[in-house]
């Protein structure tokens, strides 16, 4: 679900509007998280590894599915779902900031549900600042920054800065190459790739 400047400006509005739907429910930002881990999966799987009821599960599938973001990839029973790769940047209004919403971002907005310090990060910060704490995240298990760094260029607590560290470390080790050192903080952006000429 790559997005380039070819694309018809509704199909693009449609994305970033479904994109908009994983950010704002953990449940589904978690369901897609799961869907992009055993890349293909059937509601049953859904059900007995997410813990959810059959009519959630469906529910929640379903929405994916129609939101673009989810395919199924066999129709035969059980149907096997799989997601579509999102890596949708968003500029800020004032175009001062970008932010590459990947499935690593919204990995981390379905941790959410099961995460205090992800969540109370996200009320105080929003997902943006999340964005912005998970590339700080990468440089941090990379070597590169400490959260005393993070906390005087982010304006906020090193107590803060070091919870959130920690909460989102699972997700780079996930998502992100960690033993890449040597990229500095200004050259990654929010995917956790190398900017630049390639």
Known sequence: MS???????GDIVQDFLSV?????EPQLAQLYAYLAREREATVQDVMDDLELAQGTAYSYVNRLV???VVDVTDDEQPRRYAVREIDLTVTTAA???????TPALIDAVGRRETDADIDIYID???????ATALTYAVARERGEVTHRLMAEDLNISPLA??????????VVHEHYDTEE?????????????????A
Not at 124 to 130: F, I, T
């Open 3 to 9: 997005r380039t400047s070819n694309r018809a400006d």
């Open 20 to 24: 908009a739907d994983l950010l704002e």
């Open 66 to 68: 129609d939101a673009g």
């Open 95 to 101: 175009g001062d900031r970008e932010y590459t919403i």
């Open 124 to 130: 105080r910060h929003g997902v943006a600042g999340l």
């Open 161 to 170: 800065a070091e919870m959130i560290l920690q909460a989102l470390r699972p």
């Open 181 to 197: 050192a040597g990229t500095g903080l200004d050259e990654l952006d929010i995917d956790g790739n190398e900017t630049g000429d």
